[in-house]
């Protein structure tokens, strides 16, 4: 059995299904911030337990083989909005999910990080360089320095018996059953189909990996079914390519005339912070032979096909959001709720929220 935490957000749910293809049993683990919309199609073949992945006990690792954490807080937006639940979720919970599958004889742990632990932003040129595994690192931002902070205390422990295991992606894009539209590719396709235009922020000089959620979900199950020796304590970027923002419009515009939808880019230099940075994935390739094969063309035409749909009628609607849903959530929990922050934990000792049995 796998236990997969964060199970119905925007890579986990896709994962849980490639899991199951795969012919792994699943347990989730998620809180369902985001409703359970993420592993409805999945609800008769998975094990599903609501509950904080802050607040795990031993007794969920019962039976479990592996554990895969794509859990916590996923974008610097949200980090820096709550940072002190940021640092609980992404390091502090990582770190101790890891070590209660130790305890509990489970071998392998793979952990959820990102390449924007490599940003250092556009103003320094000199540091504009493809970055391996072995790049010395200075993130600035909350969120990359949460999840660089976990990995160094979770390789730390890699020894004879656990098998520690650190996949660092580069900016996502496809289509997922917990859709996002706050990631760059979605967010073009997004607004193209609901304003026919794409707004380039900074007018699109900087750098980003890029990679497919289905290939992220491939990466994982590479990682799960090598042998420990070749992937115990080892960290391994995970992108298709990198590419310029600017670049990334263009190509994203041909997609979308290829489906009869026509866009617009619109250049937009108003000073925000940005982050820039490119990756090598030599690494991946070269010890599992795992190369990412969706490409940004073809992400586009199937998202562009599943969007047309009832479901995404409102492609605004704040749950496509990360940042904007988690506020929506937090204002009306303050109005009608306990009071309680939805970023606070359950008290410690307090029982699963539901458990949904296959």
Not at 2 to 15: F, P, Q, R
Not at 108 to 117: D, E, P
Not at 255 to 273: H, K, Q, S
Not at 305 to 330: A, I, S, V
Request: charged share 25%; with cysteine; proline share 4%.
């Amino acid at each position: 059995m796998i236990l997969l935490v964060g199970g119905a957000g925007y890579i986990g749910s896709v994962l849980a299904e490639e899991l199951l293809e795969r012919g792994y049993t699943v347990r989730i683990i998620d809180r369902l911030y985001f409703g359970d919309g993420g592993v409805a199609r999945l609800r008769d073949r998975v094990e599903l337990i609501v509950a904080d992945m802050r607040r795990l006990e031993p007794a969920h690792f019962a039976g479990v083989q592996a554990v895969i954490n794509v859990g916590g807080l996923s974008n610097d937006p949200t980090a820096e909005y709550n940072p002190v639940a940021n640092y609980e979720m992404n390091t502090v919970a990582a770190v101790r999910l890891a070590e209660l599958a130790r305890a509990a004889g489970v071998r392998r742990y793979l952990f959820a990080s990102s390449c924007s632990i490599y940003d250092r932003g556009l103003s320094e040129d000199e540091s504009d360089v493809v970055c391996d595994e072995t790049t010395p690192v200075q993130p600035r931002a909350a969120y990359a320095l949460s999840k660089l902070e976990a990995e160094q205390r979770l390789l730390a422990m890699a020894s004879a018996d656990f098998c520690p295991v650190v996949l660092r992606k580069g900016t996502v894009y496809g289509f997922s059953p917990r859709m996002r539209f706050d990631l760059v590719v979605n967010t073009f396709v997004r607004d193209a189909l609901a304003t026919g235009r794409m707004r380039l922020v900074f007018g699109g000089e900087m750098w980003r990996p890029l990679v497919e959620v289905r290939d992220v979900a491939r990466a994982y199950v590479a990682c799960l079914a090598a042998d420990e020796e070749v992937v115990r304590g080892q960290i391994f970027n995970v992108a298709r390519a990198n590419m310029r923002i600017s670049e990334l419009a263009l190509r994203v515009r041909e997609a979308l005339r290829g489906e009869g939808i026509a866009a617009e880019i619109v250049p937009d230099y108003t000073y925000r912070t940005v982050r820039s940075y490119r990756v090598s994935c030599r690494k991946i390739e070269s010890i599992l032979g795992f190369r990412a094969l969706v490409s940004v063309e073809e992400a586009v035409r199937d998202m562009v096909r599943r969007l047309r749909t009832p479901e995404f009628e409102d492609l605004h609607h704040p749950r496509f959001e990360n940042l904007r849903w988690l506020r929506m959530l937090e204002e009306a929990e303050s109005i009608v709720g306990s009071g309680r922050s939805i970023f606070a934990p359950p008290p410690a000792g307090s029982p699963p929220l539901q458990v949904v049995r296959r």
